[in-house]
């Protein structure tokens, strides 16, 4: 089977080191790279060239879509993410970069 993935370098990267702030959820945007392991996000923007990011989108990293970090690897390793929809993928450092997530609530308990 021939997996026609595309180059995951950096050509095309836009680094989003730097928080924003995302008119339209009302809170603090920033980098997947910065989210901590346990935190559920919902992605922003994929900030990657339109072949790229349709892919992760198809992957389940695109606009609107939720993402729990499972755990981050030690020296700038690789982020651990499960998918809304349940997949799992490892994503490098600098690509999470290019990746602007916002961080969910947490359920509201009902008591």
């Known amino acids: 089977m021939d997996l026609n993935i595309p ?4 050509a095309g990267v836009t680094d989003m ?6 008119a339209r959820a009302g809170v603090a945007a920033g980098p997947l ?3 901590s392991a346990g935190e559920r996000v919902v992605v922003i923007e994929v900030g ?3 072949d790229l990011a ?3 989108g198809a992957m389940g990293l ?3 879509q939720t993402l729990t970090v499972i755990r981050r690897a030690a020296f700038g390793g690789p982020l651990h993410v499960r998918t809304g929809s349940g997949g799992e ?9 290019s990746i ?8 509201r308990r009902i008591t």
């Open 48 to 50: 990657l060239e339109a």
């Open 33 to 35: 790279a910065n989210a």
């Open 89 to 97: 993928l490892a994503i490098n450092a600098g690509l999470a970069r």
């Open 17 to 22: 080191a730097t928080p924003a702030h995302d």
């Open 7 to 10: 180059n995951l370098g950096s």
């Open 54 to 56: 349709g892919w992760l």
């Open 62 to 64: 695109g606009s609107g």
């Open 100 to 107: 602007l997530v916002a961080p969910l609530a947490a359920p």
